[in-house]
């Protein structure tokens, strides 16, 4: 999947949630949101290792987006504690695909719960930010 591919899918998912995703900070925040969603139902399957199909593709999907977004010349180390956040993240959801146990899925949400709260505060103080952008979208 290319990250325009990715983008057109994330929109329609988002058409009728008032969200814009034209900028690539959207898009990341929309793709943070999604993640967490889809960690969080993981996670609550984990008892009986019932995991959503849908929500492990969502995951993968959202992580190869990330992982891909990540500028490592100009991010430095930034750019590698969010790769070990989001490869953190990957391998949880492999293990769940696997039909593994996977006890570290809610952690995994709550780091990305914590980076998409960080992401959704930078949008708010980026200048001309859309109210529905800064507000993060639904919650």
């Known amino acids: 999947m290319t990250f325009l591919n990715a983008r ?7 058409q009728n949630e ?11 925040l929309v793709t943070l949101r999604e993640l967490e969603r889809s960690l969080r ?10 995991y959503p199909k849908l929500h492990l593709d969502r995951a993968f999907t ?11 010349d100009r991010g430095g180390e930034i750019a590698l504690n969010l790769f070990r956040v989001y490869e953190f993240a990957r391998l949880r959801v492999a293990e769940a695909f696997a039909k ?8 995994a949400a709550t780091h990305i719960s914590a980076l998409h709260a960080a992401w959704t505060e930078m949008g708010a103080m980026q ?3 859309a ?8 919650a």
């Not at 057109?8 to 988002?14: L, M, S, V």
């Not at 139902?41 to 019932?50: I, M, T």
């Open 8 to 14: 057109a899918q994330y929109r329609r998912t988002d």
């Open 18 to 28: 008032g969200l814009s995703v034209e900028s690539p900070h959207g898009i990341i």
């Open 41 to 50: 139902a993981l996670a609550a399957a984990e008892p009986d290792r019932s």
């Open 62 to 72: 959202a992580i190869y987006i990330l992982q891909s977004s990540l500028d490592f």
């Open 100 to 107: 593994e146990a996977c006890p570290q899925m809610a952690e």
């Open 127 to 129: 200048p001309g930010a």
């Open 131 to 138: 109210p529905a952008l800064a507000a993060g979208g639904r």
